[in-house]
């Protein structure tokens, strides 16, 4: 009897230690990690930051960064972050894994400069010059730029010379806006590269495709060319304009006009 009692005693205890390991190999990761801050930030020009790690359970950890465009390295307390000047048009973000813990890293866009001075038309007309229009006029209206052709061609304009390093790749291009009830007419993007300082107007220069819009009527919309600059440009006019029409007056709202380095 005594024998038997000792053998159910050995098979409960074995079903036990069994089920034990059962449930300690089914056990989820005892191991938590709390980062801070959870959330990183850098400008354009990037930089350099710190998280705080706390991981419970004694386990080991290392840093995952999920893109190559982050360095994230295990530091003393937490992880060292590093970021690389963001080159592109558009903001980025990235995320760091500890553990079971997340960091959000966000990186805004590189903001390339505008070259022209009042681009906005923010608060006037200063900066612009209509040194080569025709019968027309040009006035400061709500933050914008109204150009107005009396006569069909070549119409009226405005323009501004910046100066430039040559031998790059360049934008320009700006918003626009054909008011509803007038005849049919254009509104004008020029750009043309001298080389000479100050667009000097005696002095040689090469145009490039002249963009010429027509629609949409109404509504706001946007004009740009691209191009490469000859590597002896020292100097860029912009022209903006509106003309063309056959029954003038003839109106277009401007508003955004830039020139600028394109990455």
Request: hydrophobic share 45%; proline share 6%.
């Amino acid at each position: 009897m005594r024998t038997k009692i000792f053998l159910v005693f050995i098979i409960l205890m074995a079903t036990t230690l069994s089920g034990a390991t059962r449930r300690r190999a089914a056990s989820p990761d005892r191991c938590s990690a709390i980062v801070s801050p959870a959330t990183l930030s850098f400008t354009a020009a990037g930089g350099h930051a710190f998280v705080a790690v706390a991981v419970s359970g004694g386990c080991d950890w290392s840093p995952v960064a999920s893109d190559s465009w982050i360095m994230a390295a295990p530091a003393s307390g937490g992880v060292s972050v590093d970021v690389p000047p963001n080159a592109a048009t558009t903001p980025r973000t990235a995320l760091i894994h500890v553990r079971g813990a997340v960091v959000v890293v966000a990186q805004a866009a590189n903001q390339i400069p505008n070259l022209l001075s009042n681009g906005g038309f923010d608060n006037s007309l200063d900066g612009w010059s209509n040194a080569f229009s025709g019968a027309g006029s040009v006035t400061w209206t709500a933050g914008t730029a109204l150009i107005t052709s009396m006569q069909t061609t070549p119409g009226y304009q405005l323009s501004q010379c910046v100066s430039v390093t040559g031998g790059k790749r360049f934008e320009a291009g700006t918003k626009a806006l054909i008011p509803v009830g007038q005849s049919d007419g254009v509104i004008n993007l020029a750009v043309y590269e001298y080389w000479v300082p100050n667009c000097t107007v005696s002095a040689g220069y090469h145009q490039h495709p002249l963009q010429a819009a027509r629609s949409p009527i109404g509504t706001w919309f946007d004009s740009s060319i691209v191009w490469n600059s000859d590597f002896g440009t020292k100097s860029i006019l912009v022209v903006i304009g509106a003309g063309g029409s056959f029954s003038p007056p003839f109106s277009a709202y401007f508003d955004d006009v830039f020139i600028r380095e394109k990455p």
